[in-house]
């Protein structure tokens, strides 16, 4: 089935007393995450100016909202294994807007995102504030972005992507992108480069519908923000990081695509995420 926002399935409404929650959560969610915004932004004034891109306190706030964020809303967040040290590329599979705030809340990391999320109101608006790097869907930028991910990199930032390309309904994990991972293997990137694959795994209550926290097909964000907020008693969000690899360990970008899908699909079933056949589409 597709996403019908006329045909909300069981588990995405909001029923009686539950309205009582999404009030509560939503309020206290949304003061500590745009005041911290503020925060960010006023300390940013001073970082930006002596660190430029180098971001030696922002990062320690976005984290402190983000684990902070799973407690308000009585989510429980498990982290398996340790996050890479140093600078380097992370890869995840994506299946709601949820991941922004569990990736983020283990180890500091920048998101690299299409260029359209930057003018998304709210999103984009908190996306530019934490140092998200846009990239635009046009091998002409190849060489602009390719000096971009250097930059970054060479600050010590750990850049994070969706290879997938989209959010899955939280069951599978859908094939990496080949041309997504065709920066990494630039002469001046790829001799030094590791890549941490990362599954991460949503387990609903015993009881409700599995799809619970997956955001995909023509799914609003104000229908699965309202669900989520809603839901009494919440599951839990597993971020399983698995063994970095070295880019120049490959011969190319589909065989490092490969890869990393199959470490992080792996991961996806041995820690609870569904086990549904390849489909390629996002939409099951």
């Known amino acids: 089935m597709t996403w019908q926002s006329d045909d909300i399935p069981p588990s995405h409404r909001v029923r009686g007393w539950a309205w009582g929650l999404v009030v509560l959560r939503g309020v206290v969610v949304g003061t500590l995450t745009f005041g911290c915004l503020a925060l960010l932004l006023l300390v940013r004034l001073v970082e930006r100016p002596l660190c430029g891109q180098g971001r030696p306190v922002t990062p320690h706030i976005t984290q402190f909202v983000c684990r902070s ?49 930057a003018g998304w109101p709210g999103i984009g608006w908190l996306a530019r504030a934490t140092g998200t790097v846009f990239i635009a869907r046009d091998r002409r930028d190849a060489h602009a972005q390719v000096e971009v991910f250097r930059q970054r990199l060479g600050h010590g930032h750990k850049l994070l992507f969706f290879p997938e390309g989209t959010s899955t309904d939280g069951r599978q994990v859908l094939a990496f992108k080949p041309t997504l991972f065709a920066a990494f293997f630039d002469e001046d990137l790829r001799a030094d480069l590791s890549i941490q694959p990362v599954s991460v795994v949503y387990v609903a209550p015993d009881g409700v519908d599995e799809l619970l926290y997956g955001w995909w097909g023509d799914m609003d964000f104000g229908t699965h923000l309202l669900a989520t ?3 009494s008693p919440q599951g839990r969000v597993r971020v399983v990081y698995h063994d970095p690899v070295r880019v120049a360990d490959f011969d190319g970008r589909k065989a490092l695509a490969a890869h990393l899908e199959r470490v992080v699909r792996a991961g996806h079933s041995a820690h609870g995420g569904g086990n549904l056949p390849q489909r390629g589409d996002g939409i099951v």
């Open 229 to 231: 907020l809603a839901q």
């Open 69 to 117: 964020a799973f407690v308000l809303m009585g989510i429980r967040f498990e982290r398996i294994g340790a996050p890479m040290a140093g600078p380097g590329a992370v890869v995840a599979n994506h299946t709601s807007w949820l991941d922004i705030f569990a990736l983020n809340a283990s180890k500091r990391i920048y998101f690299v995102s299409k260029s359209e999320v």
